[in-house]
């Protein structure tokens, strides 16, 4: 059983930054696959970034690539997502997941747990 927890969540203006983490309870958290959730009010959970388990690869949404930068620290058993030039319609709950199948799918059904979510609400 893996237990996620995420912080870091907040109101900020557009153009502002934010840096989410997610802390895993798994002493095999270095095995795992880990990607960033988000979901907007009304809308389905999309996906935001992967990461692979020593964190070479790593995939971005086209809606984040290049604003969004996604890393671990295996040591500390944590998932970062770096988020900067952030815009209104990045408002949604956000959730990390982890998984041991393949980080190269990216869907919500691929991954096994899941965090409870924190929020991020950007202002214009």
């Known amino acids: 059983q893996v237990q996620l927890v995420e912080s870091g969540g907040g109101l900020v203006q557009a153009g502002g930054s934010l840096r989410l983490s997610c802390a895993a309870s798994?002493?095999?958290?270095?095995?795992?696959?880990m990607g960033w959730f988000r979901q907007a009010p009304g809308k389905e959970r999309e996906f935001v970034a992967a990461?692979?388990?020593?964190?070479?690869?790593?995939y971005y949404a086209d809606s984040v690539e290049g604003r969004f930068t996604i890393s671990r620290d295996n040591a500390q058993n944590t998932v970062y997502l770096q988020m900067n030039s952030l815009k209104p319609e990045d408002t949604a709950v956000y959730y990390c997941?982890?998984?041991?199948?393949?980080?190269?799918?990216?869907?919500?059904?691929?991954?096994?747990?899941w965090g409870q979510g924190t929020q991020v609400t950007v202002s214009s």
């Open positions: 798994a002493r095999t958290f270095s095995s795992d696959r």
């Open positions: 997941a982890a998984k041991r199948g393949s980080v190269r799918q990216f869907g919500p059904s691929t991954y096994d747990y």
């Open positions: 990461i692979s388990t020593i964190g070479v690869s790593t």
